[in-house]
């Protein structure tokens, strides 16, 4: 495991410039764990102070200390990315290697139920969602609600590639050496499927985390909780660009922008590294 | 001169480092061999012997990781000399199609199938024919129908025809531009008995009627038996035996040669048939000295550290084994072979 | 013995062109023989690609349906309703694929899948009697566990990975196995040693093989029987030595023309036999006969 991780570094720089990238901002957000201040409390310094050696990142005019707050902030977002990210995935992978596998009409009928998904327009429900639920909403069931959303693409893709395994030789050979459905898909055709996955996982944690900025900016998400997005609502609310707080919008964007770089890096460097295809090579096939 | 290609000590390896892993791959190891004008060579081998290697090198088809590192291949066109290992990429296109042709391995399989079957053939041909419109067509026309294929073809989809029909296209591509050269690898091996006779006496037809000098590389013996005036053997990276093809069936120098012979089962015959034990090296790691000696039944010591050199040891026939004078038949040849061999 | 296998009036259409054309291509039809009658046989197919060798054996393995007619098995149909009826029909009859190198995924080591077989119908689980079955099968076929052991396919050759692919199908004691054109992709010097070891089988071991090639010469060595098929229609069958010395249909006759060996050495070893081609295009043009005796216990579709 870990010479895989030494080799990826060693010779592959985008990996490791992603590596270091993503590595910068969950240790970022690792210090929200010691942190001597609650996220959740208002005017316990004095605001609108720009970044300086006391406060690395500054201060916002609801008078909290932005180091901390953002720290709160990504680390509340990344876990919602990964959350969905992962949820979703499992979706994805149950519909398309079935549906891939088995076809008839157990794919006929995944299918259906995906374009239904596909076609739905997920901003408005998700919208309703927080106005049923309003302060209640919280980034659990949010992550979960945009897991039931994020997967039909990706099904369809992974369900591609199970229709084109279903028919190679060694499938038929593992139906006469015993293997059940269940174990042939998720044994010898789900390593072909884990380049889609693990791109697409970084893929949907950047829609994602978009998403919930985006929704949360316009005020439709639970404004306590500090996330990325309810940092920029505030900012908006406090017209910071217009008084002149602009480290207020632009560190949050800036680190945005690393995370998602460097989890593009990732998602790139470790796809060309888990493809079938270049995994032989490098056995020596 | 007779010979239109002079081959000298050509090496060719595959250079690969991926993931810190160096791996050097020696496909080419050393081959010396001369082809004479209109002459059917064929190249026989089997799978990780290095021969489709050889043939990308000799029709300057090389792509990285494959790699001339040694060596010559001098091509002695009626247009003038060519060395393929240093000639520039300017010179090799000068030569690819108009001297020099490939048909590739699986061709059926590479008909643009969007493309009708004459729109490839202007795609593949008209510039090194350097013809246009009409003209261009009435060449093609010309040269399907000397090698007894109906012009009705260039209407059709590749998809619209069988695979033996799609490799005879395949086959009059690459030969319109009247190549004085042609490299033709395993061209009938996926095809059905009767279609592959016919494809083969098209090949034949090629050298008759063209005068072209071929190379044809197959793993099938019986396939050289029919069409080949002399035959190759690659083992390995390097050739072992080189004969005039009744004196190969007749009386091989070589035991690898004496082996490939031997398991051709043929029909009215049910004796038991040998079968060689190991398998074929690894080209990462060859063995040290002759390649052949851990599946060797008459290996010396000799054989596993100084590689024997390929020399002429019969009128034409030239064998890279230290114990060549002891080869036997190991089942004796047809009447009829042996015959034509004394 | 009560016969093995038997194929009874089988055809197989597939439907081409859109849902609404209604054509259909005709892969099989009316096919009908069986295997095993007499003992432990070689029985050979023998066809070209197009001849629907490979859709008959894949209906024998229940891998597809037949429209019309029925196979059966030690006297039950080859269709199965449910899973442990089907495992215990995989338990009698294996098949061998033409493609050493697809068969294996190349991803994974290849004992997997004989430590499967071994746990699914030798019903073992403990490690040590699965490791003993394994080498016990591939000690049949020339190999051993600890050569094979932690594999993958790339690592060997076509010949060493068809003979573990046999070895994967000789674990649950098969009474019949289907080999679909085994050597075709195999290097020339190791293919002699997959043809004898079908001998053994057979000679050996009790195992009816099915064999299907369209390498004449192969079959000539092992089989006992065999039957030539031209487009879906079998046009010659029976004892295999009587056919190829002196074939009677036209197509067989074609086929047998066409094969190429050292023997044929010369100048008109290409020359065409376009009579026989004409022949053989008359026979599929004609109406269906039906197979009818002909020499040597020969069954023969007549023109």
């Known amino acids: 495991m870990f010479s895989v991780l030494r080799d990826l570094i060693r010779y592959n720089a985008e990996f490791a410039i992603g590596l270091v990238l993503v590595g910068l901002v969950i240790l970022f957000s690792l210090l929200s764990f010691v942190s001597p201040v609650d996220p959740t409390a208002v005017s316990r310094v004095a605001p609108d102070m720009a970044p300086s050696l006391d406060y690395i990142f500054g201060t916002n005019s609801r008078g909290q200390d932005m180091f901390w707050q953002l720290a709160f902030a990504f680390r509340n977002t990344l876990t919602f990315g990964l959350t969905v990210a992962f949820f979703s995935r499992i979706i994805a992978i149950a519909v398309g290697l079935l549906a891939g596998y088995l076809g008839g009409w157990i794919d006929r009928s995944l299918m259906f139920v995906t374009d239904i998904f596909v076609a739905i327009p997920i901003f408005p429900i998700l919208i309703l969602f927080y106005f049923v639920l309003k ?151 | 001169m007779t010979d239109i290609l002079t081959v000298e000590d050509l090496k060719a390896y595959y250079l690969m480092n991926y993931f810190g892993v160096n791996r050097e791959v020696r496909a080419v190891d050393g081959i010396s061999m001369s082809i004479a004008r209109n002459e059917i060579y064929g190249i026989a081998g089997e799978s990780s ?22 060596g010559s291949a001098l091509y002695h066109f009626k247009s003038g000399d060519i060395d393929i290992a240093k000639a520039s990429e300017r010179e090799l296109e000068a030569i690819r199609w108009r001297n020099l042709s490939y048909i590739m391995q699986g061709s059926m399989s590479v008909l643009n199938p969007l493309r009708k079957v004459g729109r490839i053939f202007e795609d593949f041909a008209a510039r090194p024919l350097g013809l246009s419109g009409g003209a261009f067509r009435q060449r093609v026309v010309e040269h399907l129908e000397r090698l007894k294929l109906s012009p009705q073809l260039l209407n059709a989809y590749p998809h619209e025809l069988s695979g033996g029909m799609r490799q005879r296209v395949t086959i009059g591509l690459a030969t319109v531009c009247n190549p004085e050269f042609i490299i033709a690898d395993e061209p009938t091996t996926a095809l059905d008995v009767v279609v592959q006779k016919d494809v083969l006496s098209l090949v034949k037809r090629l050298q008759t009627e063209f005068g072209s000098s071929i190379v044809f590389v197959t793993h099938d013996m019986a396939v050289h038996a029919s069409i080949a005036d002399r035959v190759g053997i690659i083992y390995a990276g390097r050739l072992v035996e080189e004969a005039p093809t009744r004196t190969l069936f007749a009386a091989p120098k070589h035991p690898y040669t004496a082996h490939l012979v031997a398991s051709l089962p043929r029909i009215g015959d049910t004796g038991q048939r040998p079968a060689l034990e190991g398998r074929p090296p690894s080209l990462a790691n060859p063995p040290a000295g002759c390649r052949f000696h851990p599946r060797c039944p008459l290996a010396l010591d000799k054989c596993k550290t100084e590689v024997p050199p390929l020399e002429l040891v019969a009128p034409g026939q030239r064998s890279a084994c230290w114990r060549w004078a002891d080869v036997r038949p190991i089942v004796p040849a047809p009447a009829k072979v042996a015959e034509a061999v004394r | 013995m009560s016969t093995l296998l038997e194929v009874r009036n089988v055809s197989k259409s597939f439907p081409i062109g859109g849902v609404l054309s209604g054509r259909e291509a005709r892969a099989v039809a009316d096919a009908s023989f069986s295997v095993g009658e007499a003992g432990p046989e070689i029985f050979t197919i023998i066809g070209e690609s197009g001849s629907g060798k490979t859709t008959l054996a894949r209906m024998i393995l229940g891998l597809e349906r037949p429209t019309s007619g029925d196979i059966v098995f030690e006297g039950r149909p080859v269709t199965h309703a449910n899973r442990s009826e089907r495992l215990a029909f995989m338990a009698k009859v294996q098949p061998v694929f033409q493609n050493p190198f697809e068969a294996f995924n190349p991803l994974k080591q290849v004992d997997r899948y004989l430590a499967s077989t071994a746990r699914q119908f030798l019903k073992l689980s403990d490690k040590a009697a699965i490791e003993a079955a394994m080498d016990e099968a591939l000690q049949k076929v020339g190999l051993s566990l600890v050569e094979i052991r932690g594999r993958y396919p790339h690592e060997l050759s076509g010949g060493q990975l068809q003979r573990v692919a046999i070895a994967r199908a000789l674990i649950p004691n098969p009474a019949l196995l289907i080999a679909d054109e085994p050597v075709s992709m195999v290097d020339a010097s190791l293919r002699m040693a997959i043809v004898n070891l079908l001998r053994e089988l057979r000679d050996r071991m009790g195992v009816c093989v099915i064999y299907i090639t369209h390498d004449l010469a192969t079959a000539y060595y092992i089989s006992d029987r065999l039957m030539i098929m031209q487009r879906g229609r079998i046009v010659e069958m029976g004892p295999a030595r009587a056919i190829l010395d002196a074939p009677e249909h036209p197509y067989s006759r074609l086929l047998k023309a066409s094969v190429l060996s050292p023997e044929t050495m010369g100048d008109d070893s290409l020359a065409l036999q376009a009579d026989l081609i004409a022949a053989s295009e008359a026979a599929l043009a004609a109406p269906d006969s039906g197979l009818t005796p002909g020499s040597d216990g020969r069954l023969l579709r007549r023109a």
Not at chain 2, 49 to 70: C, E, H, M
């Open chain 2, 49 to 70: 012997s290095g021969k489709t290697s050889l043939i990308k090198v000799l029709a300057a088809a090389t792509r990285p990781p494959l790699k001339i590192v040694g």
């Open chain 1, 135 to 285: 302060t209640n909403a919280n980034g659990l069931s949010l992550a979960l609600l945009m897991a039931c959303f994020g997967w039909p693409y990706d099904a369809r893709l992974i369900r591609s590639v199970a229709l084109g395994l279903r028919y190679r030789e060694f499938s038929r050979q593992a139906l006469f050496a015993g293997m059940s459905p269940v174990k042939i898909m998720f044994e010898e055709h789900l390593p072909y499927v884990m380049p889609i996955i693990f791109s697409t996982a970084l893929a949907n944690m950047i829609w994602s985390i978009g998403l919930e900025v985006t929704l949360a900016v316009l005020g439709f998400t639970n404004l306590n909780i500090p996330t990325v997005g309810t940092t920029l609502y505030w900012a908006n609310n406090h017209s910071a660009l217009v008084v002149g707080t602009w480290w207020w919008i632009a560190v949050p964007v800036a680190i945005v922008v690393i995370l998602f770089v460097g989890l593009f890096l990732l998602a790139v460097s470790l796809n060309e590294y888990i493809d079938p295809r270049s995994r032989l090579r490098r056995m020596g096939a």
